[in-house]
């Protein structure tokens, strides 16, 4: 439907002596058999008052609005993109030290080199299925590989830095040489928080295999000059024989790997909290790791970890999502990480009760836990390791089955004795309150208290003066 109303446009403006031009990923995708998701046409020889009289009767009916009125770009609905060619011009330093002009008559070359790789500088006619290629993009499609398209501008958007990164990872390609040396000199301070989230948001997300994309972090020298907590895993010994020698790095992004296959079924804010969680759950350990006993250790690197943590969201400005406390949560799967597996351990040598478990899912929720836990057991299976020796998951797939037993995926359970049933017993509201709450919650975690009349029961046993030990008033 969305490729129909293209043609249509196309139409509209050819009627109007112009050419609307199909222009950059969509072309690509097209291209490489992937069927876009969004649409940018770019129109040539219609006048950009012209163009917004045409468009706004095109799109009487659906929503129209002004994406760049100087150098008219609008969107109808939300995935097709209009503009006419435009030239920009570097007038100050960072990302957004440009003056950027419409020009519809702007040669096909002229309007293409302003792109950053020659992938993304292909366009087609709707109309005629022609393709016009001036940067030879379809050869470095062909040959899975980015280029950047000039030489003298490339470098002037330090955002590119950080497209290649993920372009190369979601389109699973290689970087050209002389790409990869100018991306390392580009200096990238002025880069905003969003800007540099929405890259790595679709390294995490939209990748099969985030690790490419992370590789190229490291490569391209984004992690020294804009995550250094990732930058301190490079050469830090993993304490356990099966782990790639000296690469707590290398670790990382296989554990982003196994944790991108297990978020399809969350919503946006729980992939979110989960692929981060899965990239700082061993932030920890370049100040923990110590050889000693024959072995290198990481002892408590897991509570090490929450500081860099928070540094690294800090760094991408995230806090809460649709409602989610993604920062809280992320913070506390890098400090709770181990504890799936530390239950499953001490459960076999005397059985851990359900209080555990409840008490936990008070500090994180458990069914996160569960996927950044397992993610990490399975990402201690290099290539290299013979299959006897590669790691499951018995103990997470243990933990989330007592966890689904005792219905506390997302929370704990809400408390059964509240406020109003102490009121009912004639108590005024007083400091107390909480005391009393907190006391016959405790019970409930532990399964001594199950139902309303044992809440109040025990609320009363506590009033009585026969309260748990701890319990004073």
């Known amino acids: ?70 150098f008219a770009v609008y969107k109808i609905g939300h995935h097709i993109d209009v503009s006419i060619p435009r030239r920009e011009r570097k007038t100050g330093s960072g990302h957004k030290g440009f003056v950027i002009e419409g020009d519809p008559e702007m040669s096909f070359k002229e309007a293409c080199s302003r792109r950053d790789f020659t992938v993304n500088a292909i366009l087609k006619d709707p109309l005629t299925g022609e393709i016009v290629d001036p940067f030879n993009g379809r050869d470095d499609i062909d040959a899975k590989v980015l280029r950047h398209v000039n030489d003298a501008t490339f470098g002037e958007d330090s955002l590119r830095v950080l497209r290649a990164s993920q372009f190369a990872a979601r389109l699973k390609f290689d970087i050209d040489p002389k790409t990869v040396e100018i991306c390392r000199e580009i200096d990238l301070s002025d880069l905003p928080k969003e800007r540099i989230w929405g890259e ?46 000296g690469d707590v790095d290398v670790h990382t992004m296989m554990v982003a790997d196994e944790a991108r296959k297990l978020i399809d079924d969350l919503p946006y804010e729980k992939k979110v909290t989960v692929m981060l969680a899965a990239v700082a759950h061993d932030f920890g350990k370049p100040p923990t790791t110590k050889f000693f006993d024959g072995r290198w250790r ?8 929450v ?23 992320v913070i506390q799967l890098v400090r709770y990480h181990l504890k799936p597996g530390e239950f499953y351990k001490a459960n076999a040598k005397q059985a851990i009760g359900d209080g555990a478990f409840r008490r936990l899912a008070r500090k994180v929720e458990p069914d996160l836990l569960y996927r950044v836990a397992k993610a990490d057991s399975l990402g201690r299976n290099p290539e290299w390791l013979p299959l006897e020796k590669r790691f499951g998951s018995e103990a997470q797939e243990w933990f989330i089955e007592r966890v689904r037993d005792l219905k506390i995926e997302k ?35 532990d399964g001594k208290v199950n139902t309303l009349d044992e809440a109040v029961e025990a609320a009363r046993e506590i009033l009585s003066g026969n309260a748990p030990q701890g319990v004073r008033f």
């Open 1 to 70: 439907m969305l490729e129909s109303k293209t043609v249509e446009l196309a139409e509209m403006m050819r009627a109007a002596g112009g050419r609307a031009m199909i222009v950059g990923g969509c072309v690509r995708d097209e291209l490489m058999g992937i069927e876009p998701k969004d649409w940018d046409l770019e129109v040539y020889g219609v006048e950009a008052e012209r163009l917004k009289e045409i468009l706004e009767a095109f799109a009487a009916d659906q929503p129209l609005s002004i994406v760049g009125a100087a």
């Open 200 to 245: 790595l948001e679709k390294i995490l997300l939209l990748a099969d295999e985030p690790s490419k994309g992370l590789k190229w972090l490291y490569s391209l020298k984004v992690a020294d000059k804009l995550f250094p907590e990732l930058q301190t895993l490079v050469g830090v010994p993993q304490e356990p024989e099966w782990h790639p020698e």
């Open 298 to 305: 990481s002892h408590s690197h897991d509570e090490a970890g």
């Open 307 to 329: 500081e860099p943590t928070i540094s690294f969201l800090d760094r991408l400005g995230l806090y809460t999502i649709n409602g989610f406390d993604v920062r809280e949560q």
């Open 411 to 445: 929370r704990p359970p809400e408390p059964i004795l509240l406020g109003r049933h102490l009121i009912e017993l004639g108590l005024e509201p007083s400091r107390q309150f909480k005391t009393i709450l907190d006391a016959v919650y405790e019970m409930q975690l």
